[in-house]
């Protein structure tokens, strides 16, 4: 039965019914009359199947299965192709929507602020009494980074992306202007020849990426979405806290930074070398240097006031004429064409700076290359330079830029200016402070075995790379490449080294001796230049990550050491954690961690900042970032708040500016709420006898999960068969491989072990344990009565359970069980059976604690979606099946069309893991 029909639901539905249609007229025009019907038979039989009375249901499923198995070859491709774009479409209207509906609300001045809003989230703190002073001194000291990643599955291509995105901004100038006849048929025709273009474009990948791509791709984002939106919030967030508390905010701070793996995670990846992590630093700061370069000339061009009508400060025309002294070539460049206008003057010596800085940066960069052996570096868009060149004083670190450019922001409000160029002064000043010279700080990412390789070998006297042995040389290279790269344009470059795979404080003591040995070590303060992190990822290392924080605080090394860099970080990981125990225990313990660490660093006198490893999937850490947040334990945000946001997330989250601006007041709103203890909890009394209860049903939940997945003889016979694994680590998705090192299930990274169970739809990663803890809860005597107590006040374990409720919405045993066919026949009857039961016990549970006869009855926009989804995918998932036999058979010729159902699955499921 499909979900009712809303009405506010009504204009994606016309939508996604135009891009359908448009689809179809490609089809027709680009294949014929003959895939049109037979991909409308299919759609149909697909639908049907789903949708129609019970007594055809099982009828429509066969035919569609024979029609499906019996597809001519040359017709298996087009029709899977079909689909995928299909998806693609109802993904970006689905987009808009949410885009549509967040403006409907801006719109409405009598509606209710939207759910997760900033402006919600002020409206709350006034609710709950908090003053706003503190509101505001909880702003100006709020620490939250974004670290944007690569994703070893990412499916879609960019040149793909970038087409949708051209439908999106067609779609939205449809929706927001009052077009004339022509001007919407010619918007029309446009939205076509994408689609078009779309379906001439080959979805696979030739070749997998390289890193230098994958920094490419993550620069996009920055540069096209997020570099205009980080000046925004600072604004955004004043207007909700006037409109809240009825007074200006007046407070200056950075909410939100940049930050990023790309270029720099050798965590499994060889390709990530010193000399590849050493040109993405030059990278991310040449592509920086040029948008602040074109920022700094169009405010220039901006600021044309006049000495004639607005008097500067004395002191502003004094560091002019300092300029001037420092620079006498700029000054007599440009002295003539700013004559009489101030700030167009400062401005043009601020352009002339940056320009050097920037011809610096990729004369440096251009010198390592070629001292590596990998030629000139193609950055795609050309960089309009100034007219003429000019010597000028290269900047040294942003903080002289941001002196500068305080100095034009102030001088312009006390010259009487504050509305004629001030406000875009501070909007560059605000780039600066949250980004620096490049477009996102670069984080390094290490396993901590080859940062204690390095360091056995430098205590050993071996301090020459070519003395090590090749782990530990490449860590020790690429940190004296930090090095260098701090001595030439700041500490900011990359000033943090995530260890991953952390056991003991050995791990984060040797890579401070490695910091140090390769000139990272500041004598002054006596502590690194860079912060080192531990990333717990494994059950032993979260359980013991109490100890090694209290002996790390204590050690008379490091201790002096953090105390000078300010805070303590530690990330979480909760992919591994997931694979090992499974989702309730990997919860139990990243809860369990978050309550300790923050009490252990605070006895010690030092504040903590948990990072968050998320992926996309809840199997990962995923789910509303919103409720997750008010979710995690108290005490455990204050303010600060780090979380990683991977390559298949930057998609659904950040596409278009308004979607990317909605996904950071989400999250910057559960950082106030929490840190502020605005969001609802239990009380203390109950919330340990809740805690208690949900260790209790985590245990019972890692019993069954590694029972199956590490006991069970057979497991890993049955995943081998029924999942396309194998063909995932043949797709050219991403640069890094799907396993960290050759070896079994132990040695294959989360995030591909989440796609392939994602693929077949059993998506057991997300949920299997969960209906037997809830089960052995449950026979308790008033353990049921409990469990639903928890669901009604306890955010933690609502979040849990709301998330585990999406992925039983998605996932489909029915379809599951044709790909279970694919087994031997031992090892299917060993596992199969078992996956289905705990499905559906887990199913049945849900449904006793929410009330609701039908998952996601409280979701109904979730429940629309997967329910839209559904009747499209199962084609593909029947296709890939039959494809999977034919290729293991020794059919090679099905390679690519397999590759391509790999694409559209996860299109359909909108995730690869």
């Not at 979607?659 to 605005?678: D, K, N």
Request: net charge positive; with cysteine.
């Amino acid at each position: 039965m499909p979900p009712r029909r809303r009405e506010v639901d009504r204009p994606l539905r016309k939508e996604v019914r135009l891009l359908g249609r448009l689809l179809g007229e490609v089809l027709i025009e680009q294949e014929g009359e003959e895939l049109f019907a037979l991909e409308e038979r299919i759609r149909t039989l697909a639908i049907r199947r789903r949708r129609g009375p019970s007594e055809g249901r099982a009828h429509a499923s066969a035919e569609l299965s024979k029609l499906l198995a019996t597809l001519p070859h040359d017709r298996i491709e087009p029709v899977i192709r079909a689909f995928t774009v299909y998806f693609r479409l109802v993904n970006l209207a689905e987009q808009h929507h949410r885009i549509r509906r967040a403006r409907a609300y801006a719109r409405d001045p009598g509606a209710r602020p939207q759910r997760g809003s900033l402006e919600a989230a002020m409206r709350a703190l006034k609710d709950a009494g908090v003053p706003a002073e503190r509101v505001r001194s909880a702003l100006r000291s709020l620490d939250v980074t974004l670290t944007l990643t690569a994703h070893p599955t990412e499916a879609a291509r960019r040149t793909v992306l970038e087409k949708l995105y051209r439908i999106a901004k067609n779609l939205e100038e449809r929706d927001r202007c009052h077009l004339t006849p022509d001007e919407s048929a010619s918007k029309l025709a446009e939205i076509r020849e994408e689609i078009t273009a779309v379906w001439q474009t080959d979805e696979v990948r030739r070749d997998r990426p390289t890193v230098g791509d994958e920094v490419k791709n993550v620069a996009w984002y920055i540069e096209e979405i997020l570099w205009d939106l980080l000046p925004e919030l600072p604004a955004v967030i004043g207007r909700a806290f006037e409109a809240a508390y009825g007074e200006p905010l007046d407070a200056e701070f950075v909410p939100l930074r940049i930050h990023s793996w790309v270029g720099a995670d050798m965590d499994g990846n060889p390709l990530v070398l010193p000399a590849v992590l050493e040109d993405a630093l030059f990278a991310y700061r040449i592509r920086g240097l040029r948008r602040l370069v074109r920022a700094a000339r169009e405010l220039g061009g901006a600021l044309s006031q006049s000495l004639r009508h607005v008097t500067p400060p004395p002191w502003f025309i004094a560091s002019i004429e300092e300029d001037a002294a420092a620079m006498p070539e700029v000054a007599a460049h440009f002295g003539p064409r700013t004559e009489g206008e101030p700030w167009r003057r400062k401005l043009r010596f601020i352009e002339a700076r940056l320009t050097a800085t920037l011809d610096h940066a990729e004369h440096g960069r251009a010198e390592a290359r070629a001292r590596s052996g990998q030629g000139p570096a193609l950055e795609g868009r050309a960089f309009v330079r100034p007219e003429e060149p000019t010597l000028a004083v290269p900047y040294r670190e942003p903080s002289e830029l941001e002196r500068d450019l305080a100095l034009v922001a102030d001088s312009l409000r006390a010259a009487g200016c504050a509305r004629s160029g001030e406000r875009r002064a501070r909007a560059l000043l605000m780039r600066v402070r949250a980004l620096g010279f490049a477009l996102a700080e670069l984080e390094m990412r290490a396993p901590a075995e080859d940062a204690r390789a390095a360091a056995t070998a430098i205590a050993e006297g071996r301090v020459e790379p070519a003395q090590m042995s090749p782990e530990a040389r490449r860590v020790f290279e690429a940190l004296q490449r930090i090095a260098a790269a701090q001595r030439d344009s700041g500490e900011s470059s990359c000033r943090t080294l995530v260890l991953s795979m952390t056991q003991s404080e050995n791990d984060i003591l040797a890579a401070l001796a490695c910091a140090k040995a390769a000139g990272l070590w500041d004598e002054a303060k006596s502590c690194a230049r860079l912060d080192v992190v531990p990333l717990f990822e494994t059950l032993g290392a979260l359980n013991d990550s109490a100890r090694i924080l209290r002996a790390l605080l204590a050690h008379p090394e490091y201790r002096p050491h953090v105390l000078a860099r300010g805070v303590q970080e530690v990330m979480i990981g909760y992919s591994d954690s997931g694979k090992e125990v499974g989702l309730l225990a990997a919860s139990a313990a990243l809860r369990r961690v978050q309550e300790t660490l923050p009490k252990i660093a605070a006895e010690a006198g030092l504040p903590l900042r948990v990072f968050h490893g998320r992926g996309e999937s809840v199997a990962r850490g995923g789910g509303p970032a919103h409720q997750a947040l008010l979710a995690l334990p108290a005490g455990s945000v204050g303010g600060r708040y780090k979380a990683t946001e991977q390559g298949e997330a930057l998609d659904h989250k950040y596409a278009r500016p308004e979607l990317a601006m909605r996904t950071l007041e989400l999250m910057l709103s559960g950082v106030i709420l929490h840190t502020l203890g605005a969001q609802p909890r239990p009380p203390a009394a109950s919330e340990l006898r809740y805690s208690a209860a949900f260790d209790e049903l985590a245990e019972t939940g890692r019993r069954v999960y590694r029972g199956l997945v590490w006991e069970e003889p057979r497991f890993v016979e049955f995943f081998t068969a029924v999942t396309p694994i194998d063909e995932i680590a043949r797709l050219p998705l991403g640069s890094r491989p799907s396993k960290r090192r050759a070896g079994g299930l132990e040695s294959l990274r989360a995030i591909p072990w989440v796609f392939a169970w994602t693929q077949n739809r059993a998506i057991l990663p997300g949920w299997y344990g969960v209906g037997s803890g809830l089960e052995a809860m449950g026979q308790r005597p008033e353990g049921a009565e409990l469990l639903k107590e928890m669901m009604a006040s306890w955010p933690f374990f609502r979040a849990v359970i709301d998330n585990v409720e999406m992925v039983l919405a998605k996932a489909d045993m029915t379809i599951f069980a044709g790909y279970a066919e694919l087994a031997p026949d031992a090892a299917r009857k060993a596992v199969a059976p078992r996956i289905i039961a705990e499905y559906r016990l887990t199913r049945s549970w849900l449904k006793r604690l929410t009330g609701n006869r039908r998952l996601l009855e409280g979701n109904p926009t979730l429940q629309r979606s997967i329910s839209l989804r559904n009747p499209y995918v199962d084609p593909l998932s029947f296709l890939q099946v039959e494809l999977l036999r034919a290729s293991r058979g020794g059919d090679s010729g099905r390679d690519r069309s397999l590759l391509l159902t790999l694409n559209g699955i996860a299109a359909g499921m909108r995730n690869t893991g």
